[in-house]
Every structure is written in structure tokens, then in C-alpha cells.
């Protein structure tokens, strides 16, 4: 059973363009969020989180909505640039130790 | 600063053959963990440590074995490989702090078991 689903499993978007990313989450014991940018042949590399008792979380061009009732996530890139072309990953940390689960992955291009 | 490094960068085995990847942070980081990533699935936990000397199970631990006999270096072991165990292996680590509970991760291990 996932407990972290990314259901787009890729997406394209316009250069300069708003790139949404959906999470949605099934444990209601995660009491963090957080996103991961990878790039081919890298580990992934941190890119902003969220607590659950917050409903947004902005740092720069990234910005992560959290929708506690609906157990969902939202990450938006405002404007996408070609850099940002990698697979993104949500991960849920459950507040019982230190057991992060992570979402599959969603594979976003940024097209010139 | 390396930040977390991972030895070696590939390798291949055989079957029921054994090895160990060696992870090591430079970030004086408290927290330490070994994931594995397979094709269409994100990151899963096999071992994690919250610091020298202790480690834990995470979601996918069966046919793996760690230690941490140091802060920085944290040890993942496989006995007898299988195919099953071919995958790309992530070490990561992190802060003990409350609210920074991001992690950095090395550039991964890909293993091929035949």
C-alpha cells in the first residue's frame, strides 16, 4: 500500500510558465513534508518542506501548499526554468522516528 | 566539504556473492540512512541510525545489515546478494533538530546482482 503517491508520473511545462506537482499522502501520522529535485546519475537534493500544522511554505521561486482534510500536497514553481527540468519527490516523515516514505516521483520538463 | 560521499559508484556481483557499500558524511550529522531506489518507485528505507553505535529497520531491511561504529560512516552490508537486491543505493544524512529534517544525500551506488 503507498503511502506517498505521485499519480503524474511526468509533466511539461513552458519555459517562464507555473509548474504544479501533486503529492498525495495516506498516513495521518506524517508530521512533515518535504520535496526532492533529482537529477540523472545524482542523489536528490533538498528543496523545501512543510510542517503539518502549516498550510503553506514559500522559499523563492518554490512555493509547497499543504491541504491537511484532502491529504494532499502541492509543490508550484513560479516561473519554471529549464534548470528545473528533473524528477521531484515527496516524502512524508512519520512522527513515530526518523521513517521518511517517499512518493515515486514525478518527472517534470521545462521546454524552451 | 564533500558533504556525503558513497564507495563504490558501481559494481556487479554474482549471485550469493557478499559485499559492503561505505557511506561517509563530513557534516558532523547526527542521523544516517541507506535507501534503495527501483525503476517507478521512489526511495525506500532499508536501515537508519540516529547515531554512533545504534540503527534501526526501516521499511525494506530483509537481506541487509548495517553498522555505525563511527559518526561519519555508516556501513551497509549484503551476506548472500540476489537479483532481487539490484537496485541504485542512496545513503543520506541529517541533523538531529527538531523542524530540519531535511537530508543529503550521496550520489548513489548502482548495483547489479546476475
Known amino acids: 500500500d503507498q503511502q506517498v503517491k505521485q499519480n503524474s508520473p511526468s509533466l511539461s511545462v513552458q519555459e517562464g510558465r507555473i509548474s504544479i506537482l501533486n503529492c498525495d499522502y495516506t498516513?495521518?501520522?506524517?508530521?512533515?513534508f518535504l520535496w526532492y529535485k533529482k537529477y540523472p546519475a545524482e542523489g536528490p537534493t533538498f528543496l523545501i518542506s512543510i510542517s503539518s500544522i502549516k498550510d503553506k511554505n514559500e522559499d523563492g521561486r518554490f512555493t509547497v501548499f499543504l491541504n491537511k482534510s484532502a491529504k494532499h500536497l502541492s509543490l508550484h514553481i513560479v516561473p519554471s526554468q529549464p534548470g528545473d527540468s528533473a524528477v521531484y519527490f515527496c516524502a512524508g516523515r512519520d512522527n513515530y522516528g526518523q521513517n521518511f516514505v517517499f512518493g515515486p516521483g514525478t518527472r517534470l520538463s521545462v521546454l524552451p | 566539504n564533500a558533504g556525503v560521499t558513497q564507495t563504490p559508484k558501481f559494481r556487479v556481483l554474482k549471485t550469493g556473492q557478499s559485499m559492503t557499500l561505505l557511506c561517509a558524511q563530513d557534516?558532523?550529522?547526527?542521523?544516517m540512512y541507506w535507501y534503495r531506489q527501483d525503476p517507478g518507485m521512489g526511495l525506500r528505507l532499508i536501515h537508519y541510525?540516529?547515531?554512533?553505535?545504534?540503527?534501526a529497520k526501516g521499511e525494506v531491511p530483509d537481506g541487509y545489515n548495517v553498522s555505525r561504529l563511527k559518526k561519519q560512516n555508516f556501513l551497509l552490508g549484503l551476506e548472500s546478494a540476489a537479483p532481487s537486491q539490484t537496485s541504485v543505493y542512496f545513503c543520506?544524512?541529517?541533523?538531529?533538530?527538531?523542524?530540519?529534517?531535511?537530508?543529503?544525500f550521496g550520489p548513489g551506488t548502482r548495483l547489479t546482482v546476475t
Open positions: 498516513n495521518s501520522m506524517f508530521d512533515y
Open positions: 543520506a544524512s541529517s541533523r538531529l533538530m527538531s523542524g530540519a529534517y531535511e537530508q543529503y
Open positions: 541510525s540516529v547515531g554512533e553505535g545504534t540503527t
Open positions: 557534516m558532523n550529522h547526527e542521523y
